[in-house]
């Protein structure tokens, strides 16, 4: 399959329109219908259906987008790097994951620490879920990650060195009006009857074993596409959520967070090749250890005064 038919397609995603991503892209609106039918018939399954303001991803195509997209973002980087070598600029970038809380929490700031101490580096950042980011790491995509042993856990492999940074505690996380907030640590008990939603399963997970050790079950009734999905149904007071302690410097203004009684934790690790590691990697991780440490003393301090 061509990438140049790939970015057609995400255009197409992207704009809801023939049309309009034929226009963007110097192409005739029929090079675009032919382009997409014929990356259908490759695949095999409709990939955009029409409406009445133009077309969108069917279920398969927005699976596929999602992947494409993940994948010509990864082409472009391969050809700036090729071109680096050309241009005699052939400094190898740091390839960083992270889990989303953990990119939004604390990468930032270590990031910004690694670049005041070392001067200015090439890197980019790649948010993804712990599996996957474990993957990329052990095929070398990657050249440290930050990520966490929430159910399932994190597979075990000779190839990488595995560093514990701390443990994170879960809180809750609540639209700003709840009657809760501000209250201090609770017991489980006293949210059980509300209406929880979830963007993953290994923080699903967590929130049905720490209900079931108190007796209750929460109702994960809604379901969220990712993180910011998830606090927007909290802050427009659909529901309520488990969120790593670690996110809480970064949330939006219309949500709050409590404290959790006894509350479930995860453990927060960086992973990184033992073949050939990065010269900035090892720098990075004591960059991630201190902004993880600042983290927790913040919110300590918080709890103290709240």
Not at 73 to 94: H, I, N, Q
Not at 109 to 119: D, K, M, W, Y
Not at 299 to 305: E, H, I, L, V
């Amino acid at each position: 399959m061509e990438l140049t038919v790939w970015r057609t397609f995400v255009t197409v995603c992207r704009l809801g329109s023939l049309s309009a991503a034929a226009a963007e892209l110097s192409h005739t609106q029929s090079a675009v219908s032919r382009q997409i039918a014929g990356l259908e018939r490759q695949l095999g399954v409709p990939l955009v259906e029409r409406h009445a303001r133009g077309v969108r991803p069917t279920p398969a195509g927005e699976a596929f987008r999602r992947h494409a997209l993940a994948t010509l973002d990864e082409a472009e980087r391969a050809v700036r790097t090729a071109r680096d070598f050309r241009d005699g600029t052939s400094d190898r970038p740091l390839a960083i994951g992270a889990t989303p809380s953990l990119a939004a929490g604390i990468v930032p700031e270590a990031v910004r620490g690694l670049l005041e101490q070392t001067g200015s580096i090439r890197w980019s950042l790649l948010p993804g879920l712990s599996a996957p980011l474990h993957h990329r790491v052990l095929t070398g995509d990657l050249d440290i990650a930050v990520v966490t042993d929430a159910p399932p856990g994190l597979p075990h492999a000779p190839q990488i060195d595995r560093r514990f940074l701390g443990l994170d505690d879960m809180v809750v996380v609540l639209p700003v009006g709840h009657p809760q907030a501000g209250h201090g640590p609770v017991h489980i008990q006293t949210l059980a009857d509300q209406t929880w939603v979830e963007d993953n399963d290994g923080s699903a997970a967590l929130l049905r074993q720490h209900a079931a050790r108190s007796g209750v079950t929460a109702r994960i009734d809604l379901a969220a596409a990712d993180l910011l999905g998830k606090l927007a149904l909290v802050a427009t007071g659909h529901a309520i959520a488990l969120i790593p302690g670690v996110l809480t410097c970064a949330l939006r203004t219309d949500v709050t967070t409590v404290g959790l009684v006894d509350p479930p934790t995860r453990g927060i690790f960086t992973i990184t090749p033992r073949r050939d590691p990065h010269p900035s990697a090892a720098p990075l991780r004591d960059q991630l250890s201190a902004a993880f440490t600042s983290v927790r003393r913040t919110r300590a301090r918080t709890a103290d005064t709240g």
